[in-house]
């Protein structure tokens, strides 16, 4: 059975950190590309940060230098460590998991929930 499950949301004062894990089962996870995106409400879903199967590493502007995507591909997990969070940070963080081939695969987790706010 496939699965991607969100964990390590919460609720953060402005300034801190959390660690969001995404893991994996039921498929080869080293073979996917893990992208992280996030949906706060009445807005559209964004990309947060995505890498590559090689370890290619993006970002989207406004977490430049403050957030940093890493994958443990023994441990089937992907994570997103995120640092100075701000309360426009605030939304539900979801894990998609792409296999960028000529037959494609794509898996989303249920998401989690990161609130920062004082």
């Known amino acids: 059975q496939v699965q991607l499950v969100e964990s390590g949301g919460g609720l953060v004062q402005p300034g801190g950190s959390l660690r969001l894990s995404c893991r994996a089962s039921?498929?080869?996870?080293?073979?996917?590309?893990v992208t992280w995106y996030r949906q706060a409400p009445g807005k559209e879903r964004e990309l947060v940060a995505s890498?590559?199967?090689?370890?290619?590493?993006n970002y989207a502007d406004f977490v430049k230098g403050r957030f940093t995507i890493s994958r443990d591909n023994a441990d089937n997990t992907g994570y997103l460590q995120m640092n100075s969070l701000k309360p426009e940070d605030t939304a539900v963080y979801y894990c998609?998991?792409?296999?960028?081939?000529?037959?494609?695969?794509?898996?989303w987790g249920q998401g989690t929930q990161v609130t920062v706010s004082s």
């Open positions: 039921g498929f080869t996870f080293s073979r996917y590309r």
């Open positions: 890498i590559s199967v090689t370890g290619g590493k």
């Open positions: 998609r998991a792409q296999l960028l081939t000529l037959v494609s695969y794509d898996y």
